[in-house]
Each structure stands twice: as structure tokens, then as C-alpha cells.
């Protein structure tokens, strides 16, 4: 008897103990984590982080706001404090939030537009569109798409290293979105989407913007998921004072932060622990001091210690692991929202095969190279596991840009075509869905336009057509317009010659090996050269050296990875062109065959982060009759975009070393003594005569040379460049000044 009842006994014990001790799990303390919006202050929630961790505090929940959403989701995710504090630490934040997508990412064509045009305004019904936003915020989302890589299978938040909300606001309705579930990049994108600055992020079927508009400090959302103690991170603006309202945009901010802090000073009452770090001094854009935000954050959160000794403790730690994989094997392609834009297009653009492999590095310049064509509003993407190591199926969804016209301004002034404004109308899908045509019209001292048309196929053939007209009037080497005994004769070394040239090219392009452009075509060239100052007989004459017709073909080969077109960093570049002349009208009554080959290779590398070096080489040659002098190369003078066969040398006037064959060496070292402005100092080498791949005399000596010390300053309209040049061969200095983008 006594034996079953102490086993009675033992049996309620145990049943007491074991309810009791559910009791006690039930309500253990449940810890929210609350990060509001504020831009660059939001750093300062990496400082807190930073805290929490090194106490080992356990985190049931985080919520977050703008740039709360970003810190709180990735830290959610796995990443921890000193993770989050490395990655955005080596963010180029000028970059990430532009538009400013790598140059080399850019078909040849876009990046004649973006080093063309100052001004581009979308232009429909003749009615001039300002953008929606300053930034589509590309970069950001290939910056989220790498680090949530690891756990993109999940889409439910509720199931990432910690429970995760972010909140949103509806553009139409006005009212707030909770995102807990679905793509975690969009979900944050959408958070931060700061109206005028990002572009508004469409998520099931709603124009999502900024949480901060309608709700930046979500804590009785997070209260509401069952949690006993909050600790608020709290980095929204304070009202500015009278001495502090010095523009429009101060009074507007101050306007839109009415509501906020308002609800922000309710809010904060319910805040069990409440960090509010000090960073009045900084304001949302103050990303370049981001190392001192997230340390105000680190001492706020170091203030309440006592406090964060009374939460539980996590049993063990967790942080992410996974990192993002040197080469991934896409198994499957999902296109969707192209209606315009075939998936042979698409798939060209993003450069991708099935089953094959690539960098991850490779996928994110494939998606620069798309979004580049500024075909696109937006372009998303999402890699899936396929359960195979490294393999993933892609899945896509672009918004074709419904605007397809443009209106696009230019302002120049060089030496050679002096002072020039350009209008230019661009027209997408003219003829097909995915075409583009483009027309410069150039008013100035030198009236030109330009013409391209091209049909673009991606990895097939596209076609094309351009056309051009050039002209201008300048003293010029007479070898490329006289004979030899007429040269002697005359004792002229130049002449003051007008200059007109209309080119026409039909012609085929792809691309090969993936970054080479190669093109093969047919040309008409109406090329015109006239004097009044050559005179033979009558005053009232004007002699004309050449009115022909040239057909020919050609071919052409191109690679250009060079960062910046003018003050280039880093990259390769070259440039082969072979053209065969089949026929000649009339007026070159002698004419007979001829070729001309010519070839530009150029390695640009820097030294430190203000320091650059650019290394050139070139050459070319004639084939065939040579009696055809007009076409020869001629080298001097400073620039870009020279027609025929006019080839930039310093030190030198334009067109006045003449041959039809050359070598020339190039080096430049670039000093940016602050950002956008920039010391150069240049030289450059060369042989030019005739024939002298014949006489051997390419390999000798240089018979020409000349140096230049340069300053210049990117602007919005273009660099300002000036160029004192030195010819120790002609022991003269020659001055070259340019103005704005060249045309």
C-alpha cells in the first residue's frame, strides 16, 4: 500500500513538475526588434546590431522600415552586425544608388548615347516627360539579388534565421503593405523605394514606395506578433529650426516629416528599450560617413546595457555561412512580361546558354547589359535551386519602358569643328519591336548630322544603316591633296581646304566571343575637298582637289572594356578595320583597287585611387594602288570621334602629318586631384610616311613626337578639357580646347 501510493505520489510530481515547467517555456520573454527608416542614418542600426550580438541576446522578430527593412531583413536572413558592417562598409553608395551602370555593360551604340548627350528627355505626342524617378535602383537590386542568394528557395519570412516584416505603402491607396511573404529583395526594394529617388517596385499587382510614407516605426505591428519586450532603433529626422530651412528642399522635408514625428514621438512611449542614437549632424544622402553613423549606433545601444542584461540569451549562434558561388550552371529560363522584345532578344542581352556555366560575376554584367539598352523600366530576376549543387533555374520579369521616343541635347566647342549644339531625336520600335533609330542634327560653325538605324537580334545577326555627314575648314598638309612635282612646284606645305564627307554604310553586326563586336558591311563615301586660296587663273574659282564617289566593303572588329571613355581607369580596348575600295566615279579618273587596314590596341590600369595610366599603340597601312592620297591617314591635332583616316597627335596641328602608313605609340598618366578633376600629362610617338612597312622605317627611331600637361573637369555637359602640347621636332606649342561631350 505504501509502495503505490509513493509511486502515486512520484506520478503527480512529475505531472505538477512538467506542467509547470510548460508554463514556464509559454512565457518566456519574446524580444521584437523594431529598425525605423532615416537613408544613410539607417547605418547606425548596424552599430546596434553590432551590440546585440557580441551580448548573445536572443531575437524573436524584426521589423523594419526603409532603410530599416534593408538592415533588419539581411540581418534576419543570417547575416550578423560585423557581416552587415563589412558589406556595406565596401559599397560604393554613389553608384548603388545611381543609375550609373558599368560602361563596358553598354552595347557600343548606348554608350555613343551616354557619352553624346547632356541632356535626355523622354519625348511622346510632342510633349516633353520628366522621368517618374532619378534611379530604376539596378545596382541596389543586383547588390540584395547576391546577398539573399543563399536562401532565395524560401518565401516566407516567418521561416528565415529570424522571423522578418517590412513594411510598405500603396502609392494609389495611400495606405500601408506588411510584406512577410514572397521575394525578400522586392520586399526591401519596395520598403526603400524613397518617392523621386527610386521608382515605385510593383508587387502583387500593387505600386509599392517607401514605408516610411505611411508608417515608419512599425511597433504595434510587432507588438501584435506576440512580443513581451521591443527594443526600438529610432533614426528618423527631427524638426529643423528657422537657421536650419536654407532651401526648398529643407521646407518640403520638414513639410513630410510633420506627420512622422509626430507619430514617431507616440510610438517611441511604447518602446520597452529605445535607442535613439545621436546623428543630428548627418543627414538620409550622408553615406560617405557611414563608418561614424554606425558607431553613434554602437555607443546609443552600449547606453542601455543594463537593460539588455535582462533579456534571455540565445543558446547557440547562427550566422550565415553560405556564400555566393564562384561559377553557377543555369538549368532553365523563365522570360516573362516581354511583349515588345522576343526571348531571343532577352537571352542575347543577358549573354546566357542553357547548361552552361558562368561567374556569378558574368549573370550580374548580363543583367547590366539588358537593363543598359534602357529598353527595360525594370528588370527582375531570381535564381532558384534546382537541388543540384551550383545549378539554378533563372526566373525573370521585365516592364518593357513605355516611352519610345526621346529628345536629346549636346553643346561643343573644339578646335577643329568649333563651337556646335545638338539636337537629337531618338525613336525606339519605328519599324519593328526591336529596332531604334537615332538622328543628330548639328547647328554651329560646321552644320553635320548624324543617322543610325539598327534592327537588334541579340546573338543573331542584327542589321544596320548609318549615315553621316561632316564637314569643316582648316590649313591641311598639302601631300594629301597634291602630287610630289605639284607640291614643288607651288612650294605650298598647306592649304586652307573646306572638307566634306557624307559616309553611308549598310552593314551586319554580332557579337563574338561575347564581348567583341564584329561587323561586315558595304559603304558609299561622297567625299569633296576645295580651296578658294588655291589659286589657277581666275580668283573667282574655287579649285576643286577632290569630288568622288567611293564604294567599298568592310570589316571591322571591336572590343572596348575601358571604364570612362575620356579618363579611363581600367579596361582594354581595340579597335581592327579593314576597308577594300571597288570603285571610284569619275572625277578620279585613275583610280584603281586599293585597301586600307588599320588596327588600335589600348591598356588602361591605375596605381591608387587618384593615380591612372593609359597605354596606346597603333598603326595602319595602304594596299594595292596608292595613287588615291585623300583617303591616307593624317595625323595631329586633339580628340575624338575623327572621320576617314585622321588619327589625334599632340604637339601637332590637325591633318598635318600625312602617309599612307603609320605607327604610333600613346601614353598618358592621369592624376584626379579631387573628384572629377583631373591633371594629365601625355605624350605621344610616331612614324608617318609612306610605305614604311616596306622601307622598315615603322621600326625605327620616331620621327615625330609631342607632349602635353593638361587640366580638365567632368561636367554635366561634358569634360572641360585644356591641353598645352610641345613639338620638339617643330620646337613650337600648339594650345587645345574642348568643351563639352564630342559630336
Known amino acids: 500500500m505504501i509502495k503505490k501510493t509513493f509511486i502515486l505520489l512520484l506520478i503527480l510530481f512529475i505531472t505538477f513538475s512538467a506542467k509547470a515547467q510548460n508554463k514556464t517555456e509559454t512565457h518566456k520573454t519574446k524580444v521584437g526588434l523594431v529598425l525605423s527608416g532615416g537613408g544613410a542614418k539607417g547605418l547606425a542600426h548596424i552599430g546596434v546590431l553590432k551590440v546585440i550580438d557580441s551580448l548573445g541576446i536572443k531575437i524573436d522578430y524584426v521589423a523594419g522600415t526603409s532603410m530599416g527593412a534593408i538592415i533588419g531583413g539581411l540581418y534576419a536572413a543570417g547575416y550578423s552586425g560585423n557581416q ?83 513594411i510598405a505603402t500603396n502609392v494609389e491607396t495611400g495606405k500601408q503593405v506588411v510584406l512577410d511573404t514572397g521575394d525578400l529583395t522586392q ?163 543577358l549573354k546566357l546558354k542553357p547548361n552552361e556555366k558562368i561567374s556569378y560575376k558574368d ?26 549543387s551550383e545549378t539554378y533555374n533563372l526566373e525573370t520579369h521585365l516592364t518593357e519602358t513605355k516611352n519610345t521616343t526621346f529628345l536629346k541635347l549636346g553643346i561643343h566647342y573644339d578646335d577643329l569643328y568649333k563651337s556646335a549644339v545638338l539636337v537629337n531625336i531618338t525613336k525606339k520600335q519605328l519599324l519593328f519591336k526591336n529596332d531604334i533609330a537615332s538622328f543628330d542634327f548639328i547647328l554651329g560653325d560646321n552644320v553635320r548630322y548624324n543617322f543610325d538605324y539598327l534592327i537588334d537580334k541579340g546573338f543573331y545577326w542584327s542589321v544596320g544603316f548609318r549615315s553621316r555627314f561632316n564637314t569643316f575648314t582648316k590649313n591641311i598638309s598639302a601631300q594629301l591633296l597634291l602630287e610630289d612635282s605639284e607640291i614643288d612646284a607651288t612650294g605650298l606645305n598647306k592649304v586652307n581646304t573646306e572638307l566634306d564627307d557624307q559616309t553611308n554604310q549598310l552593314y551586319l553586326q554580332t557579337l563574338f566571343r561575347k564581348d567583341f563586336a564584329f561587323s561586315i558591311g558595304a559603304e558609299h563615301k561622297r567625299l569633296e575637298l576645295s580651296s578658294e586660296t588655291f589659286l589657277t587663273g581666275s580668283s573667282d574659282e574655287e579649285f576643286v582637289f577632290e569630288k568622288t564617289d567611293y564604294l567599298s566593303v568592310f570589316g571591322n572588329l571591336k572590343l572596348d572594356t575601358y571604364d570612362n571613355k575620356y579618363f579611363p581607369k581600367k579596361g582594354v580596348y581595340f579597335n581592327g578595320d579593314l576597308h577594300m575600295y571597288l570603285f571610284a566615279s569619275n572625277f578620279n579618273k585613275s583610280f584603281e583597287k586599293f585597301s586600307i587596314a588599320k588596327a588600335d590596341i589600348g591598356y588602361a590600369f591605375s596605381t591608387s585611387d587618384k593615380m591612372s595610366f593609359n597605354l596606346q599603340t597603333s598603326g595602319g597601312f595602304k594596299t594595292g594602288d596608292k595613287s588615291t592620297k585623300t583617303l591616307d591617314f593624317a595625323l595631329g591635332g586633339y580628340g575624338n570621334n575623327f572621320i576617314n583616316n585622321f588619327i589625334p597627335f599632340l604637339g601637332h596641328d590637325y591633318v598635318s602629318l600625312t602617309g599612307n602608313s603609320y605607327v604610333k605609340a600613346f601614353a598618358s598618366a592621369d592624376y584626379e586631384i579631387v573628384k572629377k578633376h583631373h591633371i594629365t600629362l601625355e605624350a605621344n610617338w610616331a612614324n608617318v610616311d609612306d610605305d614604311i612597312f616596306e622601307s622598315g622605317e615603322w621600326f625605327s627611331l620616331p620621327d615625330n613626337r609631342g607632349y602635353a600637361l593638361g587640366y580638365a573637369m567632368e561636367t554635366l555637359v561634358g569634360p572641360i578639357q585644356v591641353k598645352y602640347s610641345y613639338s620638339p621636332d617643330l620646337k613650337q606649342s600648339i594650345w587645345f580646347f574642348n568643351l563639352g561631350f564630342w559630336f
Open 84 to 166: 552587415l558592417d563589412s558589406i556595406f562598409h565596401e559599397v560604393d553608395f554613389d553608384k548603388l544608388i545611381s543609375d550609373d551602370l558599368p560602361r563596358s555593360s553598354k552595347a557600343f551604340y548606348e554608350r555613343d548615347n551616354a557619352e553624346r548627350y547632356a541632356v535626355k528627355l523622354p519625348f511622346d505626342n510632342f510633349k516633353i516627360k520628366l522621368p517618374s524617378a532619378l534611379s530604376r535602383g539596378q545596382n541596389t537590386y543586383n547588390l540584395f539579388s547576391s546577398l539573399t542568394l543563399p536562401f532565395n528557395g524560401i518565401s516566407d519570412f516567418n521561416k528565415l534565421h529570424i522571423p522578418f516584416f517590412c
Open 363 to 388: 549573370l550580374v554584367k548580363g543583367v547590366n547589359n539588358l537593363v543598359a539598352t534602357n529598353n527595360f523600366d525594370s528588370f527582375q530576376y531570381k535564381l532558384k535551386p534546382t537541388g543540384t
Open 187 to 349: 520586399s526591401i526594394m519596395a520598403s526603400s523605394a524613397l518617392p523621386s529617388l527610386y521608382q515605385p517596385v510593383i508587387i502583387n499587382n500593387n505600386v509599392l514606395i517607401d514605408g516610411g510614407v505611411t508608417n515608419n516605426y512599425p511597433i504595434e505591428e510587432l507588438r501584435a506578433k506576440g512580443m513581451d519586450k521591443i527594443i526600438g532603433v529610432d533614426v528618423q529626422d527631427g524638426l529643423l529650426n528657422r537657421d536650419e530651412l536654407l532651401s526648398a528642399p529643407d521646407v518640403l522635408f520638414q513639410i513630410n516629416n510633420f506627420r512622422t514625428i509626430n507619430d514617431m514621438k507616440l510610438k517611441t512611449k511604447h518602446t520597452d528599450i529605445y535607442i535613439k542614437p545621436n546623428i543630428k549632424e548627418y543627414n538620409v544622402v550622408s553615406f560617405n560617413e557611414g563608418r561614424e553613423i554606425i558607431e553613434s549606433g554602437k555607443k546609443a545601444a552600449l547606453e542601455n546595457l543594463e537593460d539588455f542584461k535582462a533579456l534571455p540569451i540565445r543558446k547557440k549562434t547562427h550566422y550565415l555561412k553560405e556564400k555566393i558561388p564562384d561559377s553557377i550552371t543555369i538549368n532553365n529560363f523563365s522570360v516573362k512580361g516581354n511583349n515588345n522584345y522576343t526571348r531571343a532578344y532577352v537571352l542575347g542581352k
